[in-house]
C-alpha cells in the first residue's frame, strides 16, 4: 500500500540517468511560485469571506434576525459559495481540459478577484434592505464558481511540470494557498481590527480586506502570464487527441473516480471548516474568548501550516500517498473529542494547543491530497475529473460543516455531536481511500521526458 500511488521513475531520474534540461528547470519554478501566488489569492479571498460570516455579516446583512439565527444564515450564505465551486469545476475544466490550464487559470482568478473587491462595496442592509443579501449571495456564487476552477489548474500546472519522482511535493506545492491564504487574510482582518478598534471594524473597517484583493490579483495575473503551457497538455494538442467533452467523458469513463475523490476529502474538509471558521464563532459566543486572540491562534496554525503542506507532500513520495493519508485520517478522528475538550478550558494556552494541532493534522491529509486525486485521472479529462471530484467534496463537506455545527450547538449545547460529526467524516473518508482506483498510467509521465519526445 505504501508504494501505489508512486509512480515508476523515468529513465532522467533514475541513478545514472539524465538531468533535466534548464527549460524544464526554469519552467517548474515558474509553475511552482504561479500556482503557489494563485492559490494564495484565491484562498484569501475565500477565508476572508468565512470570517467575515463569522464575525461580521450576521450584523451588516442579517441585523432583524437573533445572534444565533443571524449565524446560521450567515453561514448559509457559505455554504452557497461551496454549492457554486462543483459548477466552477465543470466549466473551467472543460475548458482547462479543452485550451489548456494557464487560460483558464487567468480567468478564475480575475472572477474570484472582481466578486471579492465588489463584495467591499456592497451596502449593508440598513442601506438597501433585504437586496444586501441577496445581493451577497449573488457574489458568493461568483466567488465559488471562480475557487471551483481554481484548484485544478494551479495542481496541474505544477504537477505536469514536475518530475514523477517528486510529484507528491510538486502538487503540495499550490496547496500552500490554503495556509498562506489563511494567514493574509486573518493577518489583514487583524490588522484592520487593531486600527479601526471593533466598533470601526464592524461599520467599515471589514470592507478593507476585501477592496486589498484588487492589488493581490494585479500580482497573481503578472506572475501567471509568464507561465507555458504544461508539457503533458502541449502533448495532446501536438497530437490532437484533446477530449472534446472533457466533463461528459470523465463521468463516463471513471466515475468511481469521482466519487471516492468527493468522500476521501469528508475528513480533511468538514473539520477544516470548523477549525478555522465555526471555531471563531463557537469560541466568542459559547466560551467567551476573545475574537483577537482566537485570530491570532490561527495566525499560528497557518504558519505552522507553510511548513507542514509541503512536508506531507514530500513523506508521500518516500512513503505513498495513501499510508500519509490514511495516517491523517485515523489522527483527526482520534483528536476529535480532544479538540473541543480542550477549548472548552478557556485556557489560553490550551486553546492554541488544540487549534495548531487540528491544523498539522489536516495537512497531513492535505499534504498529498492534491497528487493523490490528480494521479487517478487521465491527462485529457484531468482538470475536468480531478477539479470534479475535488470541489463536489465542497457540497458534502466544507460547505455544510459550519452550518451544521452551529445547529449541533443550538440543539443540545454541546460540542459532544460536533465530535460524533467528525469521526463520522473520518469513517466515511478512510472507506473511501480504500476504494479509491490505482493512479492512471498517464500519471507517470514526466516533463522531462516529453520534452524529448518527437511530436506525433
Known amino acids: ?242 477530449v472534446k467533452q472533457p466533463v461528459l467523458e470523465v463521468f463516463r469513463t471513471q466515475p468511481r473516480a469521482i466519487a471516492t475523490s468527493a468522500f476521501v476529502r469528508m475528513a480533511e474538509q468538514a473539520p477544516f471548516y470548523l477549525f478555522i471558521t465555526f471555531v471563531l464563532a463557537y469560541g466568542t459566543e459559547e466560551l467567551g474568548l476573545d475574537r483577537d486572540s482566537l485570530l491570532n491562534d490561527t495566525l499560528v496554525a497557518a504558519a505552522v501550516g507553510m511548513i507542514t503542506v509541503p512536508l506531507f507532500g514530500h513523506l508521500s513520495d518516500r512513503f505513498g500517498r495513501r499510508l500519509v493519508y490514511g495516517t491523517g485520517i485515523v489522527l483527526i478522528g482520534l483528536f476529535a473529542f480532544p479538540y473541543y475538550a480542550l477549548l472548552n478550558t478557556r485556557q489560553a494556552g490550551l486553546v492554541l494547543l488544540a487549534i495548531v494541532v487540528s491544523l498539522v493534522f489536516h495537512d497531513i491529509m492535505y499534504g498529498p491530497q492534491a497528487a493523490l486525486i490528480s494521479e487517478t485521472f487521465g491527462t485529457g479529462v484531468r482538470y475536468s475529473g ?15 460543516a459550519p452550518l451544521i455545527a452551529a445547529a449541533i450547538l443550538a440543539a443540545t449545547g454541546s460540542s459532544f455531536w460536533i465530535s460524533m460529526y467528525i469521526i463520522g467524516c473520518a469513517v466515511i473518508s478512510f472507506v473511501a481511500l480504500l476504494l479509491m482506483p490505482q493512479p492512471h498510467a498517464s500519471a507517470e509521465e514526466d516533463a522531462e521526458s516529453l520534452q524529448r519526445q518527437p511530436a506525433a
Open 1 to 242: 500500500m505504501a508504494d501505489a500511488n508512486r509512480p515508476e521513475q523515468p529513465a532522467e531520474h533514475r541513478p545514472g540517468g539524465g538531468h533535466p534540461s534548464p527549460t524544464v528547470r526554469s519552467q517548474r519554478v515558474k509553475a511552482a511560485v504561479a500556482s503557489t501566488v494563485g492559490t494564495t489569492i484565491e484562498w484569501y479571498d475565500f477565508f476572508l469571506y468565512g470570517t467575515a460570516a463569522a464575525l461580521v455579516f450576521p450584523k451588516i446583512f442579517f441585523p432583524t434576525e437573533s445572534p444565533l439565527a443571524g449565524t446560521l444564515a450567515s453561514f448559509s450564505t457559505l455554504f452557497v459559495g461551496f454549492a457554486a465551486r462543483p459548477v466552477g469545476a465543470a466549466i473551467f475544466g472543460h475548458y482547462g481540459d479543452r485550451i489548456g490550464r494557464k487560460a483558464a487559470l487567468i480567468a478564475t482568478l480575475t472572477l474570484m478577484g472582481a466578486a471579492t473587491a465588489l463584495m467591499g462595496l456592497l451596502p449593508g442592509y440598513d442601506a438597501i434592505g433585504p437586496l444586501a443579501p441577496v445581493l451577497l449571495v449573488v457574489l458568493r456564487i461568483v466567488q465559488g464558481i471562480g475557487v471551483g476552477g481554481e484548484w485544478g489548474g494551479s495542481v496541474l500546472l505544477s504537477m505536469e511540470w514536475g518530475s514523477s519522482r517528486r510529484r507528491g511535493f510538486m502538487a503540495s506545492l499550490p496547496q500552500l494557498g490554503v495556509p498562506l491564504g489563511l494567514l493574509l487574510s486573518t493577518l489583514a482582518v487583524r490588522i484592520t481590527s487593531e486600527i479601526a478598534g471593533p466598533a470601526g471594524f464592524d461599520a467599515w473597517g471589514w470592507r478593507i480586506p476585501f477592496l486589498l484583493s484588487v492589488v493581490l490579483v494585479g500580482i497573481g495575473l503578472y506572475v501567471r502570464l509568464s507561465i507555458l503551457e504544461t508539457p503533458q497538455f502541449a502533448r495532446l494538442r501536438q497530437e490532437q487527441t484533446v
Open 386 to 400: 480531478a477539479g470534479l471530484g475535488y470541489q463536489l467534496a465542497s457540497v458534502i463537506a466544507g460547505g455544510p
